[in-house]
């Protein structure tokens, strides 16, 4: 199979557009024809070396977690799915090695779902790590219908489907992003606001009695932003800020979930909720899709084309 793969930790110019073996089938597990990859910031930080310390690194290394595609063989005991399935995933494994960026992907049962039909492809492959992030960070907090959330980074890969997640649940969103983005958010029912010094005073003026909820999908030091407008200190969740249950908040580290997948993609399949696609790149312009992520200014999600 052609693959994207790096021979050593690095940045994109160390990825190669090769042949590799094809995957093995264990019996959980399904392999899958893929049609597109997803983007994600943790993809270019894996081939850094950054995730080092947590997780075993093998090469050569594919990355990628994202995934849409067909299936093409099911493992001895994989009843969950047939040949000629659509299904999309959040291929993350106990270790780093077979990832997405890849004509064909080897992926556990556990973290998959079938694809949604209101999605085509490149929609489906951004959706399933940004799409769980968000769900799984609302659900950690418990948004319910009515409440005020703040949400940082809105217009990104994860934001912009938590903004629909929340809309979805019947929230009022407050929105954090550049001004150039302040259109985009209200398409998608959220109230803008621009990020940087005076945030806080500028969320009070949306929201003089506070904020029940607050998402950080940036870091950088909002979350003690955020404990300011807050009526509850501890109803924060971050991504992307390590100290954040010291600050009394909640730390998200995504996982697979075959049941809150399944969940977006209802969401989707009812016109709730949609992936936006900021850049679509064929697979031999791997790296430069990396780099891309790298510049953080993507409007929504970056997209590999596979077949």
């Known amino acids: 199979m052609k693959a994207i793969s790096a021979k050593s930790y690095g940045g994109p110019e160390v990825l190669e557009y090769t042949d590799l073996p094809d995957p093995k089938v264990s019996p959980d597990a399904v392999l899958i024809r893929v049609k597109a990859a997803g983007v994600n910031p943790v993809d270019w930080k894996v081939l850094a070396g950054y995730l080092d310390p947590m997780m075993d690194v093998h090469f050569p290394l ?16 994989a009843t969950e799915f047939g040949v000629g399935d659509h299904v999309m995933g959040y291929v993350r494994k106990d270790a780093v090695q077979h990832g997405t960026y890849a004509e064909l992907v080897a992926a556990p049962v556990r973290t998959l779902a079938h694809k949604p ?8 492959a951004g959706l399933p790590l940004a799409g769980l992030t ?50 985009f958010l209200r398409s998608l029912g959220a109230e803008p606001v621009t990020y940087g010094d005076g945030l806080a005073e500028r969320v009070r003026a949306l929201a003089p009695e506070g904020i029940d909820v ?54 989707a399949d009812a016109g709730k909720l949609t992936v936006p696609v900021d850049a679509v790149l064929p697979l031999p312009q791997a790296a430069e899709a990396l780099r891309r992520s790298q510049e953080g200014r993507a409007r929504g999600k970056i997209v590999l084309e596979v077949s």
């Open 134 to 183: 968000a769900y799984q960070s609302i659900e950690r907090v418990g948004t319910r219908s009515g409440e005020t959330t703040l949400v940082h980074a809105a217009a990104g890969g994860v934001g912009s489907l938590a903004v629909q997640i929340l809309v979805a649940r019947g929230a009022r969103v407050i929105g954090t992003a550049s001004e150039r983005n302040h259109d």
């Open 117 to 124: 039909a209101a999605l085509d492809w490149l929609q489906a």
């Open 214 to 267: 607050a998402l950080d999908f940036v870091g950088g030091g909002v979350v003690e932003v955020s404990q300011e407008l807050l009526k509850d200190r501890s109803r924060v969740v971050s991504i992307a800020d390590g100290e954040v249950e010291a600050k009394g908040g909640h730390l998200v580290w995504v996982r697979p979930d075959t049941a809150d997948l399944a969940a977006l993609g209802t969401l």
């Open 62 to 77: 594919i990355p990628g977690w994202d995934v849409a595609g067909v299936v093409e063989a099911v493992g001895a005991d």
